[in-house]
C-alpha cells in the first residue's frame, strides 16, 4: 500500500460513523482556520530550513486536502481522485512548452506570460468589478481594508452591509493603541464563542464587494 493509499483510508475511516466524533463533525467551513494555521506552520519551516519539520507540515497540509476531498466525496460531489487528476490535467495543458509540440521557453518570464495566456483563454475575461485591481493574496484584515478603501475613493454603496455611521463613530475616537486593544478582544471574543475571526471577515468583506456590484 502506498503511502497516499493509506492516507485516503485512514482519512474515511476517521470519518466512518463510528470513527472519530471530531473529524465528523467537520465541514469545509469549520476547519478553515486549521488549514490557514497549517500553511502558517509550514511557511515557517521553510523559512527555518528545517527539513524534518517540513517533511511533517507538508504532511499535515495534505491531511487537509484530503480530508477535504473525503467529505466532497461522502455527498457526491468529488473525490481525491479527481482532485489529482483535474490539477495535473492543468500542469500538463499550461506546460505546452514542456509536455506539447510548441515552441520551448528559455526564461521563467516566459512562461509567466504564457500561463496568464493560457488561463484567460480557459477562464475567460474576469467579470468587470470596482474590485479587480485588490493584490490576490492579501489576508483578511488587509483585504478588509483594501475593499473599504474602494469603497472610499470610488464612492461605492455597500448598502446595508456596512455601517457608515458606525465607521465613522468609531473613527473619530480611535487611536492606534485602543484599535489595537479593540481588535484583540474582538478576536479573543469571537474564540470563546467558537468563531474563526479570520472567516468571518473574510466572508463578511465578500458580501461587501457583492454589495457595491463587485461579486465575490
Not at 130 to 136: D, I, K, S, V
Not at 143 to 160: C, F, I, M, T, Y
Not at 170 to 193: H, N
Request: glycine residues 6%.
Amino acid at each position: 500500500m502506498t503511502g497516499i493509499e493509506a492516507l485516503l483510508r485512514t482519512t474515511a475511516r476517521l470519518r466512518a460513523p463510528d470513527g472519530c466524533p471530531w473529524d465528523r463533525e467537520q465541514t469545509h467551513r469549520s476547519i478553515c482556520d486549521c488549514l490557514v494555521e497549517e500553511v502558517c506552520e509550514l511557511l515557517q519551516a521553510i523559512d527555518r530550513e528545517d527539513d524534518a519539520n517540513l517533511r511533517e507540515e507538508l504532511g499535515d497540509l495534505l491531511f487537509h486536502v484530503v480530508l477535504h476531498a473525503q467529505m466532497a466525496s461522502e455527498s457526491g460531489r468529488f473525490d481525491f481522485d479527481a482532485v489529482a487528476h483535474e490539477v495535473n490535467e492543468k500542469m500538463v495543458r499550461r506546460h505546452p512548452h514542456v509536455f506539447g509540440e510548441g515552441v520551448r521557453l528559455s526564461d521563467s518570464e516566459a512562461v509567466i506570460r504564457q500561463w496568464e495566456q493560457i488561463k484567460l483563454k480557459e477562464k475567460g475575461t474576469p467579470a468587470a468589478s470596482p474590485f479587480n485591481e485588490l493584490p490576490p493574496a492579501l489576508n483578511s484584515i488587509l483585504r478588509a481594508r483594501e475593499v473599504w478603501k474602494q469603497v472610499r475613493k470610488k464612492s461605492l454603496n455597500p448598502g446595508d452591509s456596512v455601517d457608515g455611521g458606525q465607521v465613522a463613530a468609531e473613527a473619530a475616537r480611535l487611536d492606534e493603541a485602543s484599535a489595537g486593544r479593540a481588535l484583540f478582544a474582538l478576536v479573543a471574543a469571537c474564540r470563546d464563542a467558537g468563531i474563526d475571526p479570520d472567516s468571518a471577515l473574510r466572508r463578511h468583506t465578500d458580501r461587501v464587494m457583492k454589495a457595491c456590484g463587485g461579486g465575490a
